[in-house]
T-cell receptor, first 111, second 114 residues
Framework: LAKTTQPISMDSYEGQEVNITCSHN???????ITWYQQFPSQGPRFIIQ???TKVTNEVASLFIPADRKSSTLSLPRVSLSDTAVYYC????????????FGSGTRLSIRP | EAGVTQFPSHSVIEKGQTVTLRCDPI?????LYWYRRVMGKEIKFLLH????????ESGMPNNRFLAERTGGTYSTLKVQPAELEDSGVYFC????????????FGSGTQLSVL
């Protein structure tokens, strides 16, 4: 199973760019990298997914180096409402049971 | 578009009782998943439906848990009899595509077994 390692917590301030890095040394050829955001008392919410290089959407950017053993979620100009837990998942397209959420990164944004 | 709906949002029961959790996925989503987080632990996969069929139930902890998805629409997860260690948050998710596709989660059911 491809496990992921992320920092347990991070702090930042409003207006800053936040980068959360995830290690996935055992990523397989068919695995995609997916990030979810979770607020208290809610289910996780999809942020972004990528396979290699860079992916950008209206919420975030995802940077994946050539060896794909890590990935970085970049949140531009964070606000207080970005305070949440962020999960990095390595998604194997063949089996739901092999998608592991891990501990996530608790991001705290201060004024 | 309505999201994934779970009912109830909270349930408090005594050890030995039965509880049934319900999940209504997004209309048209053939794939439905159950996950749970027990106290202090990570979110863990329980099982995956494709329409009414169980595609993968390898995460179900034991035979006290029974999941159904009659007609391929809503799903229920029954715990009978409930034990103290079953306490936690049970999440349901659905997706349009298969495994690895974007998951849409409900807000979860907080189950407390006393």
């Amino acid at each position: 199973l491809a496990k992921t390692t992320q920092p347990i917590s991070m702090d930042s301030y409003e207006g800053q760019e936040v980068n959360i890095t995830c290690s996935h040394n055992n990523i397989a050829t068919n695995d995609y990298i997916t990030w979810y955001q979770q607020f208290p008392s809610q289910g996780p919410r999809f942020i972004i997914q990528g396979y290699k290089t860079k992916v950008t959407n209206e919420v975030a950017s995802l940077f994946i180096p050539a060896d794909r053993k890590s990935s970085t979620l970049s949140l531009p100009r964070v606000s207080l409402s970005d305070t949440a837990v962020y999960y990095c998942l390595v998604a194997l397209y063949s089996s739901a049971s092999k998608i592991i959420f891990g501990s996530g990164t608790r991001l705290s944004i201060r004024p | 578009e309505a999201g994934v709906t779970q009912f109830p949002s909270h349930s408090v029961i005594e050890k030995g009782q039965t509880v049934t959790l319900r999940c209504d996925p997004i209309s048209g989503h053939d794939n439905l998943y159950w996950y749970r987080r027990v106290m202090g632990k990570e979110i863990k996969f329980l099982l995956h439906f494709v329409k009414e069929s169980k595609q993968d139930e390898s995460g179900m902890p034991n035979n006290r848990f029974l999941a159904e998805r009659t007609g391929g629409t809503y799903s229920t997860l029954k715990v009978q009899p409930a034990e103290l260690e079953d306490s936690g948050v049970y999440f349901c998710a659905s997706s349009l595509g298969g495994v690895g596709e974007k998951l849409f989660f409900g807000s979860g059911t907080q189950l407390s077994v006393l």
